[in-house]
């Protein structure tokens, strides 16, 4: 069954772990970022723990490959499961974050193509290709690819094979939980679930469409 993984970008903490406590019941995994790991600290990761729901590091990490074994150690201490990185970056780069999770007992996925409009300027012609397959070629789990654009899906499909991918930009982006649902192992969800005003019912509506 495709996994429903719910982007907790919320900024104040206590609204956050209310959305979170609600809705893990019906969730496969959440996804912090930025917005609420800034806002709250790192230390979050430990605290959300108690909700037995695996925590993506979603800081798309892109820098030199010592700077990324830093961050993605810091990452897995604090007690996530996976890491998402940028493959733009080239090869070394992103093995620096495939061995730590490795080492870690964890998971690594590259983003290959994202999921808004202006993606499309720099991640098309071929290098979001090339992004997925460097992605095999270092061991990673998976990648991240569009929800907004399920024919880019399946053509990064082709590269991937059976490597997990986790697809972002379902409902407030446009994109269709139904179609993408299909296509790959995972569907992020953001707004759509944490600005309703009852998310758990929001939940139900993605859950009825994942594959079985």
């Known amino acids: 069954m495709t996994e429903l993984i719910l982007a907790l970008d919320v900024t104040e903490k206590k609204k956050a772990f209310s959305i ?9 995994a959440i996804k912090l970022g930025y917005p609420l790991i800034l806002s709250g600290g790192l230390a979050i990761a430990g605290e959300l723990e108690e909700l037995d729901r695996p925590l993506i590091a979603d800081f798309k990490v892109a820098d030199i490959p010592n700077t990324n074994r830093l961050i993605a150690e810091q990452v897995f201490d604090a007690g996530f499961s996976s890491i998402i990185c940028h493959g733009f970056t080239g090869k070394d780069a992103v093995q620096a974050c495939v061995d730590v999770a490795e080492d870690y007992g964890g998971a690594c996925f590259v983003v290959a193509e994202m999921s808004h409009p202006g993606a499309t300027t720099f991640f098309h012609g071929g290098t979001a290709e090339k992004i997925a397959a460097l992605s095999v070629e270092c061991g990673a789990d998976g990648i991240i690819a569009p929800a907004t654009r399920p024919e880019r899906v399946k053509e990064l ?3 991937v094979g059976q490597r997990k991918i986790l697809s972002p930009g379902v409902g407030a982006q446009g994109g269709d939980a ?3 649902a299909k296509l790959v192992d995972g569907i992020i969800v953001g707004r759509a679930i944490y ?3 009852d998310p758990v019912t929001a939940i139900t509506t993605f859950s009825a469409v994942r594959k079985t």
């Open 20 to 28: 979170a406590e609600a809705c893990a019941p019906h969730l496969d």
């Open 157 to 159: 499909r082709k590269i």
């Open 178 to 180: 139904a179609t993408v």
């Open 195 to 197: 600005e309703a005003k």
